[in-house]
Every structure is written in structure tokens, then in C-alpha cells.
């Protein structure tokens, strides 16, 4: 059974920091390309990042470029999200999330998704 | 940046209806656009890759159709679990969601 289990979310200042960790299990971690997306607390969805099976290419939405940065330690099956530069509007419930495709192509579309974990930014 | 306009926000149906999402981009997408489902509480669910391919155990009155910049997602009948909310995304360029359509019971 695959299973995502987050961790990391807070309570932090703006110009903050906060890492997120992301537990994988269930499937086999190094073949497939992982993302991140947050919500807003009661509103829609906002793609975050994504970084493809091998760790070599990463991508992320322009409003969180510079300040976020993913990554992935395979022996541990853990994806990661560095957020630096903390502001209010980042304020959210941070999802990682499997891509739905297997291997070196990302399909960016994502078929297994944890519970989230929710980071506030406020002072 | 693509944007994805959902309509109608909300659709109020009965169990048993059909139910008609509409998803509307403001540039073409080609045939690269997902639906998800969220219920209350939960994750979003993958229903519908690439405009009309069901995800594995999605149930078969779920059908995703369109190319291009309009895209539709429909529920043959509608089931008491399938009361949600529901989003489409693109991948063509970046990847951006829609806002959203409410499906409620009438």
C-alpha cells in the first residue's frame, strides 16, 4: 500500500525557514518523480515543485522560485522541501504527492497523495 | 501562466443524475489535463490523466473528454460518495490548477 506521511509544518515568522519531510513507503521511491502542492485553508489547489525520479531535475512555480528549494535522499525514501524566505501568503496545507508515471519520464500528474501538513506563517 | 476556469462553482444534483464539469483553458493544452476529486477532510483523488484516461479503480461512470482549451468531465450517475469537489490541471506548460467545482446534493 502506498503511503505518504508528512512532517515538518509549523508556526514560523516571516523571513522565516521551515523544512518539510515527506516519508515514503509502499512503492519503489527511486523510480518515480515526486511534487509538492499546498491549499490554502479552505480554497483551491497551487502546484509547489516537482523533482523527477533520479534527483537531477526539479521544477517549481514561479512564486515560490528562489525561496523553495526539493530535494530527495533515496536510501531514506524521503522527499524534502527547503523553504526559506517564509511570507504570510505561504500560509498553507503542503501535500507530496507520487507521480502517476513510472521511471525517468515525469507525468506531472499525481496519483497518490499524503494527508498534508499545515505551515503558517505569521507573526 | 495557463489558466483553468471550472464552471459552474457549485452544481447542486440528486443521487442518480448526471453531472457535467466543464474546465476552460485560457490557452491550448493539447490532451494534457487531469480531474481530482476531494471530499471534506481528505487528499485530492486522481480520477482522469490525459483528458479521457480513468486512473486504475476509478469506476467506469466517471468519463473525462476534450482537447485543446475545453475539457469535460462527467458523472454517468451520480453516487452518494461522489458529492466532492473537483478540480482540473493542466501540464502543458507548468502546471496550474482550476478553482474548483462543488458537486452538492439538491
Known amino acids: 500500500e502506498v503511503q505518504l506521511l508528512e512532517s515538518g509544518g509549523g508556526l514560523v515568522q516571516p523571513g522565516g525557514s521551515l523544512r518539510l519531510s515527506c516519508e515514503a513507503s509502499?512503492?519503489?521511491?527511486?523510480?518515480?518523480?515526486m511534487t509538492w502542492v499546498r491549499q490554502l485553508p479552505g480554497k483551491g489547489l497551487e502546484w509547489v515543485a516537482s523533482?523527477?525520479?533520479?534527483?537531477?531535475?526539479?521544477y517549481y512555480a514561479n512564486s515560490v522560485k528562489g525561496r523553495f528549494t526539493v530535494s530527495r535522499d533515496t536510501p531514506k525514501n524521503t522527499l524534502y522541501l527547503q523553504m526559506d524566505s517564509l511570507r504570510a501568503e505561504d500560509t498553507a496545507l503542503y501535500y507530496c504527492a507520487k507521480d502517476h508515471m513510472e521511471g525517468v519520464t515525469i507525468s506531472f500528474y499525481c496519483d497518490y497523495w499524503g494527508q498534508g501538513t499545515l505551515v503558517t506563517v505569521s507573526s | 501562466e495557463i489558466v483553468l476556469t471550472q464552471s459552474p462553482a457549485t452544481l447542486s444534483l440528486s443521487p442518480g443524475a448526471r453531472a457535467t464539469l466543464s474546465c476552460r483553458a485560457s490557452q491550448s493544452v493539447s490532451s494534457f489535463l487531469a480531474w481530482y476529486q476531494q471530499k471534506p477532510g481528505q487528499s485530492p483523488r486522481l480520477l482522469i490523466y490525459d483528458a479521457s484516461n480513468r486512473a486504475p479503480g476509478i469506476p467506469a461512470r466517471f468519463s473525462g473528454s476534450g482537447s485543446g482549451t475545453d475539457f469535460t468531465l462527467t458523472v454517468s450517475s451520480l453516487e452518494p460518495e461522489d458529492f466532492a469537489v473537483y478540480y482540473c490541471?493542466?501540464?502543458?506548460?507548468?502546471?496550474?490548477f482550476g478553482g474548483g467545482t462543488k458537486v452538492e446534493i439538491k
Open positions: 490541471q493542466q501540464r502543458s506548460s507548468s502546471l496550474t
Open positions: 509502499g512503492f519503489d521511491f527511486n523510480n518515480y518523480a
Open positions: 523533482i523527477s525520479a533520479g534527483g537531477d531535475s526539479t
